[in-house]
């Protein structure tokens, strides 16, 4: 069982930045494919990035050049560098983990931290 917890979501005027952190359980962690999927009120949960256990990185189309993923083996942690936040970024952000390292299997999640940007 691997467990995830997230940290760091907040309130934010548009235009600026936040960092999220995720912490994993598990002694594999650097294996992992780590990602954010984040679901803003009345929508579906939606892919934000991913950092597989191979080293690649990828990004929605609408936060692509504004959030950098990137990840610490040896804390156990994933981030996500928030910049030029929009109103459209208020969500609850997730993180989850696929031990496979291929980010096809996420199998497992966080609760979930609150991102809200105002004008």
């Known amino acids: 069982q691997v467990q995830v917890v997230e940290s760091g979501g907040g309130w934010v005027q548009a235009g600026g930045s936040l960092r999220l952190s995720c912490a994993a359980s598990?002694?594999?962690?650097?294996?992992?494919?780590m990602g954010w999927f984040r679901q803003a009120p009345g929508k579906e949960r939606e892919f934000v990035s991913a950092f597989r256990g191979h080293g690649s990185r990828n990004y929605a189309d609408s936060v692509t050049g504004r959030f950098t993923i990137s990840r610490d083996n040896a804390k156990r942690s994933v981030y996500l560098q928030m910049n030029s936040l929009k109103l459209e970024d208020t969500a609850v952000y997730y993180c989850a983990a696929d031990p496979t390292g291929l980010g096809l299997s996420w199998d497992y999640w966080g609760r979930g931290t609150q991102v809200t940007v105002s004008s």
């Open positions: 598990g002694r594999t962690f650097e294996k992992y494919a």
